[in-house]
């Protein structure tokens, strides 16, 4: 993805392997930087993706203050944990992000406080999601999208190879 302050990166697309991205601070962990920065569309089409956002950019899309082009997820495993008022996928913190797509794949996102699994962050802008009934999704608090429960025991996205779950629900 894209730096800090004002940098700008081209399209970022992962069809297979395993991705692990981490952002130390308000960057997203796949997608734009921090603070008008910008990157392209982010397609995911296969392998296993990771990704988490240390502060207050998404774990798949829009840093901080930044934007990003749309969000295609067609396949794979997906893992997306975003930061402070930030989505797990789609904007962070004060942030835009073209629309998020999800027809195939297995999705486990978590949103920061204040901000949507999938979808928006904190004071940013409206945005559209489209997600397939194939695809299993958790919204934080009690409303669930296409979900499917295990247990109540471990409060984490887990991978078991094949499928993601998110293992807490009311």
């Known amino acids: 993805g894209s730096g800090f302050y004002n940098s700008k990166c081209g399209n970022i697309t992962i069809s297979g392997g395993v991705v692990n991205a981490q952002s130390i601070d308000n960057a997203a962990g796949i997608g734009?930087?921090?603070?008008?920065?910008?990157?392209?569309?982010?397609?995911?089409?296969?392998?296993?993706?990771?990704?988490?956002?240390?502060?207050?950019?998404?774990?798949?899309?829009?840093?901080?203050?930044?934007?990003?082009?749309?969000?295609?997820?067609?396949?794979?495993?997906?893992?997306?944990?975003?930061?402070?008022?930030?989505a797990g996928i789609?904007?962070?913190?004060?942030?835009?992000?073209?629309?998020?797509?999800?027809?195939?794949?297995?999705?486990?996102?978590?949103?920061?406080?204040?901000?949507?699994?999938?979808?928006?962050g904190f004071n940013s802008s409206e945005m559209?999601?489209?997600?397939a009934s194939c695809v299993t999704v958790v919204k934080n608090g009690s409303t669930y999208l296409n979900y499917e429960p295990l247990a109540k025991t471990e409060p984490d996205c887990v991978t078991n190879g094949t499928k993601a779950y998110y293992k807490d629900y009311v």
């Not at 559209?128 to 997600?131: F, K, L, P, S």
Request: aromatic share 4%; glycine share 24%.
């Open 32 to 86: 734009s930087g921090h603070y008008n920065s910008s990157c392209g569309t982010i397609t995911i089409s296969g392998g296993v993706v990771n990704a988490q956002s240390g502060s207050s950019g998404a774990g798949i899309g829009s840093g901080f203050i930044s934007d990003c082009g749309t969000i295609t997820i067609s396949g794979g495993v997906v893992n997306a944990q975003g930061g402070s008022k930030a």
């Open 128 to 131: 559209t999601v489209d997600t």
């Open 90 to 120: 789609g904007s962070g913190f004060t942030s835009s992000c073209g629309a998020v797509t999800i027809t195939g794949g297995y999705v486990c996102a978590k949103g920061g406080e204040n901000a949507q699994p999938i979808g928006e």
